[in-house]
């Protein structure tokens, strides 16, 4: 079994309007240094592992889990952990 987390952001350009309402709140409370917020998702999944996981996941995030026109994704596939 592994632990994917798929990491969705959206791609630069792309216009963020969470992102800058965070930004400008956070320069309200006094936190100059913060100059730009992206907002993003992350999502983390359990699979079972086989040869082809990666080409699987890709496919996973083309087809529903970011909308390649505006998003772009990163993942990280890790052990899962057994309790």
Excluded: H, W
């Excluded at 913060?34 to 496919?59: F, T, Y």
Aim: glycine share 6%; charged share 30%.
């Amino acid at each position: 079994m592994k632990n994917v987390i798929v990491n969705v952001t959206l791609k630069t350009g792309v216009l963020d309007p969470q992102g800058k309402a965070i930004q400008e709140s956070l320069n309200s409370l006094g936190y100059k240094e913060v100059q730009q917020a992206r907002v993003g998702k992350s999502i983390e999944l359990q699979v079972e592992d086989g040869p082809d996981l990666e080409e699987r996941i890709k496919e996973m995030c083309d087809k529903l889990l970011a909308n390649p026109v505006i998003e772009e994704y990163s993942f990280v596939v890790e052990e899962a952990v057994q309790s």
